[in-house]
């Protein structure tokens, strides 16, 4: 049982006067100085009295060990970090001090030393304390500099805004990883130790001893494919960033909605467990993995497969046998499968048996040791892994690309949900055992299929003609309540003859979209825009999705429209909106996107009375979610997109009030094959546009980033961009952001509605952040990396110079803008889809 000692302040209560004198004395409490001394029974508590540091015992234990942990929360899984885990003090006569030498020091009732800090530099005047983030920091007392701080030594725990940095480029730095207790009583490092592999994608891996235990599945640019628990919650909590060039994977956690504490544990047991702390539950875990042994790694040995459920039952991949027969039998599967039928690749004979071929498997994780190919469509991935005699199989995963295995396949295992579509190389006579056994099957029952095509025939030629009769009747004005429920196919009309099977977008017809319209009803109209109106739209399963018509001004053919409606469809992030199908028919191009029951952002953010339900958190939680959104545009999707018209009505929310970027991705089906650096068609909104572009036609991902720096300021203070133009004191935002940043670091910039939520170092940092985006260069502009990395590290910010640009409506010159640029006024769309540019592949 965890039991640590109450602060002093617990027991003031004798009189007013005496609590006040002693409420002062222990908010004071925070740092221990040279000749001072923190016994086994006080504690040290941050300045906001969110962390405590003291004397407990783990368990049943008896052994006394210095810890942190959360105040408000003290109980054993609030622990987030040991300092003497190899040594406990036997007795309750430790005692932590600041030595001669300048170091932390924990000594026995004896005088021996069981730990010390061992900073490097020998400072007299030596300053710890507990710092608001969790962190116990040794500083020079004269200089302020960091000699050592916690933060630097990983125990089992990540909490929600640190980092997790794994450096491979620098041997002699101490790893960062998570060691997990030996037992519940004993915080000593166990067996079990968690890192990741630097390999493209990066994953993240258990070892219980030098063994490797458990594994992740490669990052996804939102999760880890392998847990599948991570899309039950649509934040995730968990952020990786890489630098693979550099040796370097940083991964952070941030709370999920409705935790007030959130720690990422690797638990003595080997599971790593989000675990979430609300006054009412107390410590719970969000989920945890492996749940099962079939999750342990190679359970199933090579080309085996498993289902994630107990008791373990493996079985070999269809064209493989075990490779023994009775270790198979005995329950031991650890030695895998065996191919039953030779590869005919590189063979002479290839021509007469017909090659080999791909057997897809669905829903299933994603097997260790893939090779990341940079192949952006699935079908060249798919030629290139038959045209490999190495390639035994392949998989094209969203987020990612192309993965592709050589060799022996391991770790596969079918999962309860999600999974991936993974496809695994087999001679053409193992696939063609499918085809024997279902002309088998036609040739037994001939008579039956026959009446059922033939009954198929007569009810779908009798549908197609009373569809047409209802379609006919709506569009000549006669009685709606006459029309009957809905259907949606996905054969475009007007376009190809049959479905085209390369298509993975659902295609829908121009029928099916008039009737989830009403036939583009006015009532149904979501808003206008440079691009064609947007629909509301309802299809026959009862979903709801926003139906975006485009204008007949792209300039594109069918064939060109849809190549590049496949190129947006493989964008998916959960900060991005979804594009669910398409209808091309003629002249008509629809697109048909996921609805957004919040609609946007400026919808909430500037009413004066729905503005009260963005607090703090939220408008925190908003912030970081488009960072992740534009950081996935930039660089880690299989295209590089620049979005142009970043701005806060282009930021939807979903019914958690989570955010999601729309209007990215249609450049090249209104500019076509543009010059890509530079456009003579400035597409964008006023007040939001960076210096470069709006004067020059010049964009780039520090475009971009201007907008974002501008949507941060306005989200923080809840004023409009545009609100300023008229203030003597404040021409423009940035300039307003700049004062409060010089008189306040912009605590004092903060919404008056988000005063009793906020946290002032969250305000000045996004503030700070901010700042930094709009900087009048696009060269002193960070990147949507480094924004990500300084909203949720712990690092010092550089400081912003002041913004010298300032854009204002009256001084604006309308004939520089085309008639697509956005309006300000209008009303709420999927999203009078702007133009973004598709740069280069990746």
């Not at 116990?136 to 200089?143: A, F, I, N, Q």
């Not at 040791?369 to 005699?389: A, I, P, T, Y």
């Not at 040739?443 to 006919?472: D, E, F, H």
């Not at 939220?618 to 950081?631: E, K, S």
């Amino acid at each position: 049982m965890f039991t640590g000692v109450n602060p002093i302040k617990r027991f003031c209560f004798h009189s007013v006067y005496t609590l006040l004198f002693l409420a002062l004395s222990c908010s004071a409490v925070n740092q221990i100085t040279r000749g001072q001394s923190l016994r086994d029974g006080d504690t040290l508590l941050s300045v906001d009295d969110k962390f405590e540091l003291g004397f407990f015992s783990p368990g049943i234990s008896t052994s006394r060990y210095l810890g942190i942990w959360y105040h408000d929360a003290a109980e054993a899984d609030s622990l987030i970090w040991v300092a003497n885990r190899d040594r406990p003090v036997p007795d309750r006569s430790g005692v932590l001090t600041v030595a001669g030498d300048g170091n932390l020091v924990i000594s026995d009732g004896n005088g021996t030393r069981i730990w010390s800090s061992n900073a490097t530099a020998r400072v007299e005047s030596t300053i710890a304390s507990l710092q608001d983030d969790g962190n116990l920091v040794l500083r020079d007392g004269s200089t302020g500099q960091n000699l050592w701080q916690s933060g630097d030594h990983s125990g089992d725990t990540l909490i929600a805004g640190k980092w997790l940095m794994f450096n491979a480029s620098n041997p002699t730095a101490e790893p960062f990883r998570l060691n997990a207790w030996k037992s519940a009583a004993d915080p000593s490092p166990g067996e079990f130790t968690a890192s990741f592999l630097l390999q493209t994608p990066p994953q993240a891996t258990i070892w219980r001893n030098q063994t490797t235990y458990w594994r992740s599945g490669p990052w996804d640019k939102a999760r880890f494919t392998n847990i599948p628990d991570m899309d039950t919650d649509y934040q995730s909590s968990l952020t990786l960033l890489d630098d693979l060039d550099q040796g370097l994977v940083y991964l952070s956690l941030s709370p999920p909605r409705n935790c007030t504490y959130t720690t990422f544990v690797l638990s003595s047991s080997g599971s790593l467990e989000l675990r979430c702390w609300d006054g009412t539950r107390g410590w719970y875990a969000r989920w945890r993995t492996p749940k099962s042994q079939c999750e342990n790694y190679g359970s199933c040995g090579e080309f085996g497969v498993c289902e994630r459920n107990d008791p373990l039952v493996c079985n070999c991949l269809k064209g493989f046998v075990p490779k023994s027969e009775e270790e198979w039998r005995q329950g031991n599967w650890s030695g895998g499968c065996i191919r039953r039928t030779e590869l005919l690749c590189g063979k002479s004979n290839v021509s007469s048996n017909g090659g080999d071929g791909f057997l897809k498997l669905s829903g299933v994780n994603v097997p260790d040791s893939s090779e990341f190919m940079r192949v952006w469509d699935d079908g060249e991935c798919s030629r290139q892994c038959l045209n490999n005699c190495s390639c035994t199989a392949y998989s094209f995963v969203n987020g990612i690309g192309c993965l592709m295995w050589k060799g022996k396949v391991v770790d596969l295992q079918v999962l309860p949900f999600a999974g991936q579509d993974f496809y695994l190389r087999l001679a053409s006579t193992e696939l063609d055992d499918e085809k024997q056994q279902s002309a088998r099957l036609i040739v037994i029952l001939p008579t039956i299929l026959g009446t059922l095509v033939i009954a198929a025939l007569v009810l779908v030629l009798g549908s197609v003609m009373w569809r047409k009769r209802r379609v006919n009747t709506t569009k000549g004005g006669t009685d709606n309540s006459s029309v009957p429920s809905k259907r949606v196919t996905y054969v475009p009309k007007g376009y190809s003859e049959e479905p085209d099977e390369s298509l993975e977008l659902p295609m829908f017809d121009l029928e099916s979209i008039e009737i989830a319209t009403d036939s583009f009803n006015t009532d149904n109209l979501l808003g206008r825009g440079g691009f064609g109106p947007v629909y509301k739209g309802k299809l026959p399963d009862g979903k709801v999705v926003a139906i975006k018509r485009l204008s007949s001004s792209s300039g594109q053919g069918a064939n060109e429209f849809k190549n590049e409606i496949m190129l947006i469809s493989k964008l998916q992030h959960r900060n991005l909106v979804r594009l669910l199908g398409c209808c091309i028919d003629k002249l008509e191009k629809i697109l048909v996107y996921e609805y957004m029951p919040k609609k946007s952002l400026d919808n909430y953010l500037f009413d004066s009375t729905k503005k009260a339900e963005l607090d703090w958190p939220t408008r925190f939680n908003i912030i970081h979610g488009v960072a992740r959104g534009l950081l996935y545009l930039h660089r880690d999707s299989c295209l590089r997109i620049i979005h142009r018209d970043l701005k806060v009505s282009n930021i939807l929310l979903d019914e958690k009030m989570n955010p999601k970027i729309s209007d990215f991705g249609l450049a090249r089906i209104f500019e076509g094959t543009q010059d890509l650096a530079s456009t003579h068609k400035v597409v964008g909104t006023l007040g939001y546009m960076s210096p470069e572009y709006l004067l020059a036609g010049m964009f780039s991902e520090k475009s971009d980033v201007f907008s974002f720096g501008v949507l941060v300021l306005e989200i923080v203070s809840g004023r409009k961009t545009t609100s300023f133009h008229y203030e003597e004191h404040h021409p423009s935002l940035l300039s307003y952001a700049w004062r409060s940043w010089d008189e306040s670091r912009g605590v004092d910039m903060a919404d008056e509605t988000v005063a009793e939520s906020s946290k002032p170092s969250e305000v000045s940092r996004c503030v700070n952040v901010g700042l930094l985006c709009v900087q009048d260069h696009a060269s002193d502009r960070p990147t949507m990396a480094s924004v990500l990395s300084m909203l949720s590290g712990e690092t010092s910010l550089p400081r912003p110079t002041k913004p010298t640009y300032t854009f204002q409506n009256k001084t604006a010159n309308p004939a520089i803008f085309n008639a697509q640029s956005s309006s300000s006024a209008e009303k709420w769309s999927i999203n009078d889809l702007t133009e973004s540019i598709i740069v280069e592949g990746r």
